[in-house]
């Protein structure tokens, strides 16, 4: 057994561990999976990895398992041959092997470990297919590097962003437009997303938008490429938007997709958190006021209003509980801003990913609730989290499901099911995080999951709580 990493930690202050050469049950999941699953919401887009076929099952297992839906990445498929004399000629000869079966009108490039490290240069063999095979009616490509011990989806998913918007966005004509980079949230939280911008009567470019590809209805026949997707012509026409609306408070906006709209064609950026929670949710809405000169719809006041009346009646139920958090950066900084703010305090913040920016991110949202920030853990992998858990035992966990086996179920306390992979339960696509109505979804379930912990440990079961 690995011995335990990081040393004892002022509360809020994110953990350094120590030199360690092992994980056991990484938090996160790889680089380049985040940037296929960001390719998959452009529309007549397929995912290629340039590199090992086993990278593309390896995607293609947790996508399917999580969405439930038929998924397709395809790789150059590099053996011994390529690592040692280069992957140009199999990633040209894949290029022209999507284009001929797929028929994709978009192919987003994301490269992994293996061609990182043999140091393939991707974005001059894109050059060199362009030019060699330049009499064919080529699709868009667009190429982003991901090797996968450089960061996590999460970061995968972003990078992807970034390079999509930097390869076709222009500001040739102006557009009506708002921008909405909704980081990686579910199916659902992107239908929802819409609705809300078609309240507020504005025309929303989200990207990616995978709510139909990755969740959509029976077919009667198989088809190579799933409907729906954010069009190429959305996505170019971002450089002359109103505005952009950017999730994420880890994310640096010189680094993010929407910053590089900022600095390049000058479109306005509002970098907000992912808006689960009343606080967070009403800084969403104050935006969405802003841009359309709309007041908060009558549907949505009433939405809010419910969401209040349901933390006060929750509140003793949920009264001085403690809970652990992990997963993705960003989601974790979202459940910590909301758990605060009902009564649950968080006492761990974790992520596989190291960003650098979660202790902040999480004192922010915290700060003015908690007399004292949660303790932040950054980099680090299951049997880290778990044994700090024991230590701290919380009442409750929230994460994905690779959580479960070494949190939920040893631990023998309540997990509530958040972010990506959720491949234990069912309708994992259909789960909705954002907005009032997300919010509220997280609530009951929260309530719901103590109160049923504290019946099965009764020895009288159900009675009038």
Request: with cysteine; charged share 25%.
């Given at each position: 057994m690995?011995?335990?990493?990081?040393?004892?930690?002022?509360?809020?202050?994110?953990?350094?561990?120590?030199?360690?050469?092992?994980?056991?049950?990484?938090?996160?999941?790889?680089?380049?999976?985040?940037?296929?699953?960001?390719?998959?919401?452009?529309e007549g887009c397929v995912p290629?990895?340039?590199?090992?076929?086993?990278c593309a099952t390896y995607m293609r297992r947790y996508v399917i398992s999580h969405f439930r839906e038929p998924v397709d990445i395809a790789s150059s498929a590099l053996g011994e041959k390529q690592a040692i004399h280069g992957g140009g000629p199999n990633l040209k000869l894949g290029l022209l092997n999507v284009m001929k079966k797929y028929g994709?009108?978009?192919?987003?490039?994301?490269?992994?470990?293996?061609?990182?490290?043999?140091?393939?240069?991707?974005?001059?063999?894109?050059?060199?297919?362009?030019?060699?095979?330049?009499?064919?009616?080529?699709?868009?490509?667009?190429h982003v590097s991901t090797p996968s011990y450089g960061?996590?989806?999460?970061?995968?998913?972003?990078?992807?962003?970034?390079?999509?918007?930097?390869?076709?966005?222009?500001?040739?004509?102006?557009?009506?437009?708002?921008?909405?980079?909704?980081?990686?949230?579910?199916?659902?939280d992107i239908r929802h997303l819409k609705d809300l911008f078609e309240d507020f009567g504005l025309n929303a470019a989200i990207l990616p938008d995978y709510s139909e590809r990755l969740d959509g209805p029976a077919l009667e026949d198989y088809v190579k490429i799933a409907p729906g997707g954010t069009p190429v012509a959305r996505i170019r026409?971002?450089?002359?938007?109103?505005?952009?609306?950017?999730?994420?408070?880890?994310?640096?906006?010189?680094?993010?997709?929407?910053?590089?709209?900022?600095?390049?064609?000058?479109?306005?950026?509002?970098?907000?958190?992912?808006p689960v929670g009343l606080r967070e949710c009403d800084a969403f809405f104050g935006v969405l006021e802003e841009i359309s000169g709309r007041p908060l719809p009558?549907?949505?006041?009433?939405?809010?209003?419910r969401l209040v009346d349901a933390y006060v009646d929750g509140h003793k139920y949920l009264s001085g509980k403690t809970a652990v958090v992990y997963g993705e950066e960003d989601l974790v900084v979202a459940m910590c801003a909301f758990l605060s703010e009902i009564g649950v305090k968080p006492v761990l913040a974790a992520s596989g990913g190291q960003s650098g920016r979660l202790a902040?991110?999480?004192?922010?949202?915290?700060?003015?609730?908690?007399?004292?920030?949660?303790?932040?853990?950054?980099?680090?992998?299951?049997?880290?989290?778990?044994?700090?858990?024991?230590?701290?035992?919380?009442?409750?966990?929230?994460?994905?499901?690779?959580?479960?086996?070494?949190?939920?179920?040893?631990?023998?306390?309540?997990?509530?099911?958040?972010?990506?992979?959720?491949?234990?339960?069912?309708g994992a696509q259909r789960v909705l995080h954002l907005g009032y109505a997300g919010t509220q979804r997280l609530f009951d379930q929260i309530v719901n999951a103590v109160i049923e912990k504290k019946q099965a440990d009764s020895d009288v079961g159900y009675g009038y709580i």
């Amino acid at each position: 057994m690995p011995p335990v990493k990081g040393a004892a930690n002022t509360p809020g202050e994110a953990v350094k561990p120590d030199p360690f050469v092992s994980t056991t049950n990484a938090c996160k999941m790889c680089k380049p999976l985040g940037a296929a699953l960001a390719f998959m919401g452009i529309e007549g887009c397929v995912p290629f990895l340039h590199g090992s076929q086993g990278c593309a099952t390896y995607m293609r297992r947790y996508v399917i398992s999580h969405f439930r839906e038929p998924v397709d990445i395809a790789s150059s498929a590099l053996g011994e041959k390529q690592a040692i004399h280069g992957g140009g000629p199999n990633l040209k000869l894949g290029l022209l092997n999507v284009m001929k079966k797929y028929g994709a009108t978009a192919i987003g490039v994301a490269t992994t470990c293996l061609t990182e490290t043999i140091g393939d240069d991707v974005s001059m063999l894109v050059k060199e297919f362009k030019k060699e095979f330049g009499d064919l009616p080529l699709p868009e490509i667009v190429h982003v590097s991901t090797p996968s011990y450089g960061g996590t989806q999460a970061e995968g998913f972003q990078a992807a962003l970034r390079a999509v918007v930097d390869q076709l966005a222009t500001d040739e004509a102006k557009s009506t437009q708002v921008n909405v980079l909704s980081n990686f949230v579910s199916c659902e939280d992107i239908r929802h997303l819409k609705d809300l911008f078609e309240d507020f009567g504005l025309n929303a470019a989200i990207l990616p938008d995978y709510s139909e590809r990755l969740d959509g209805p029976a077919l009667e026949d198989y088809v190579k490429i799933a409907p729906g997707g954010t069009p190429v012509a959305r996505i170019r026409a971002m450089g002359g938007a109103r505005a952009t609306i950017e999730f994420g408070r880890v994310l640096d906006p010189e680094k993010s997709a929407g910053g590089l709209l900022a600095e390049r064609f000058s479109v306005p950026l509002h970098s907000l958190g992912l808006p689960v929670g009343l606080r967070e949710c009403d800084a969403f809405f104050g935006v969405l006021e802003e841009i359309s000169g709309r007041p908060l719809p009558r549907r949505h006041e009433l939405a809010r209003g419910r969401l209040v009346d349901a933390y006060v009646d929750g509140h003793k139920y949920l009264s001085g509980k403690t809970a652990v958090v992990y997963g993705e950066e960003d989601l974790v900084v979202a459940m910590c801003a909301f758990l605060s703010e009902i009564g649950v305090k968080p006492v761990l913040a974790a992520s596989g990913g190291q960003s650098g920016r979660l202790a902040g991110a999480v004192s922010a949202v915290t700060a003015d609730i908690l007399r004292e920030p949660p303790e932040v853990r950054e980099g680090v992998d299951f049997y880290e989290i778990a044994a700090r858990a024991r230590e701290l035992s919380p009442d409750l966990v929230i994460g994905n499901s690779k959580g479960y086996r070494v949190l939920g179920r040893e631990l023998d306390i309540p997990l509530i099911r958040v972010g990506f992979p959720i491949h234990d339960r069912f309708g994992a696509q259909r789960v909705l995080h954002l907005g009032y109505a997300g919010t509220q979804r997280l609530f009951d379930q929260i309530v719901n999951a103590v109160i049923e912990k504290k019946q099965a440990d009764s020895d009288v079961g159900y009675g009038y709580i």
